[in-house]
């Protein structure tokens, strides 16, 4: 064999090799690009990120979340937000979007109920464990999320009217545009007190005082694929996920109840 057939064999074989570590670049670099986008109620914000995680390093493929009120997030999604899956602290908000035909109905499920209690700071000098502990006159400011558009706030306000202290409190309330929001108000001292969800309770950080879930409406939280995914299967995987042998335990770990079957 002469240098010229050598020269073209060596050549031709350096062009396979490229060709071939080329495409396995492209197809690794398109399955690094697979993503879907949640919209997910604030009360989320820590559970999420840990399921969030799991499903990414089960799947590959990438997760982006965008926590806020359940109402404003409902709003963002009809006004054409891109995103793939919405998960709210509110059946309602979802029913709503699936009337207006912008969610897969077959998708729309229940995977959670929220559980709300009164905080305050770890070292707070305050004894506050009641509803009634609000009145005290040392309790300047007392914080819930609004109930206008977000349903920790909705249920704080129903808890309230139960117990025949909102009136009484009127003058002391600060309202969080979330149930995040709700507990920064906490944490710089803004508010002396303030009704926020278990799941974002940090044992290290405030106190916290469950209440009977006898005193408002269940907070049914429900989930599903908005219609204009491009990313269909993996924004269902995702939800399956949540309630799957992984997702379920690290939910309940921030103190959602699961339900069973639905």
Same mark, same amino acid.
């Given at each position: ?10 050549? +031709?074989? @350096? @062009? ?17 690009? $697979?993503?879907?986008?949640?919209? !997910?109620?604030?009360?989320? !914000?820590?559970? =999420? ?25 409902? %709003? ?6 891109? +995103? ?17 035909? @912008? ?9 959670? =109920? ?24 040392? $309790? ?8 206008? #558009? ?16 909102? %009136?009484? @409190? ?13 507990? $920064? ?5 803004? !508010?002396? !007190? ?14 916290? #005082? ?14 599903? $694929? ?11 995987? +995702?939800?399956? *996920? ?13 103190? *959602? ?6």
């Amino acid at each position: 064999m002469n240098n010229s057939c050598s020269y073209l064999i060596i050549a +031709f074989t @350096l @062009l396979c090799v490229l060709l071939i570590n080329g495409c396995s670049t492209n197809e690794s670099s398109v399955n690094n690009e $697979v993503e879907i986008k949640v919209a !997910a109620a604030s009360d989320l !914000a820590l559970a =999420f990120k840990e399921v969030g995680e799991l499903f990414e390093q089960e799947t590959g493929a990438n997760v982006t979340f965008s926590f806020g009120s359940t109402g404003q997030l409902a %709003d963002q999604i009809e006004n054409g937000a891109p +995103f793939d899956v919405f998960a709210s602290a509110n059946v309602t908000f979802v029913d709503q979007l699936r009337e207006k035909n @912008l969610i897969i109905p077959e998708t729309q499920t229940t995977y959670a =109920f929220g559980r709300i209690g009164i905080s305050t700071l770890s070292d707070s000098p305050l004894s506050i464990e009641t509803l009634e502990d609000l009145l005290k006159p040392e $309790v300047k400011k007392v914080a819930i999320a609004n109930p206008d #558009h977000a349903p920790y706030g909705l249920v704080a306000k129903q808890t309230l009217e139960n117990a025949g202290l909102w %009136d009484q @409190l009127q003058s002391k309330l600060v309202y969080g545009r979330n149930i995040s929001d709700t507990l $920064v108000f906490i944490e710089t001292g803004n !508010a002396e !007190a303030g009704i926020i969800a278990l799941s974002l309770y940090q044992e290290d950080e405030v106190n916290f #005082h469950i209440i009977d879930d006898e005193m408002h409406a269940p907070l049914e939280q429900s989930i599903a $694929v908005i219609n204009r995914t491009n990313e269909e299967e993996l924004a269902k995987e +995702f939800i399956s *996920f949540i309630k799957g042998p992984t997702g379920k335990p690290i939910m309940e770990s921030y103190g *959602f109840i699961i339900p069973e079957g639905k």
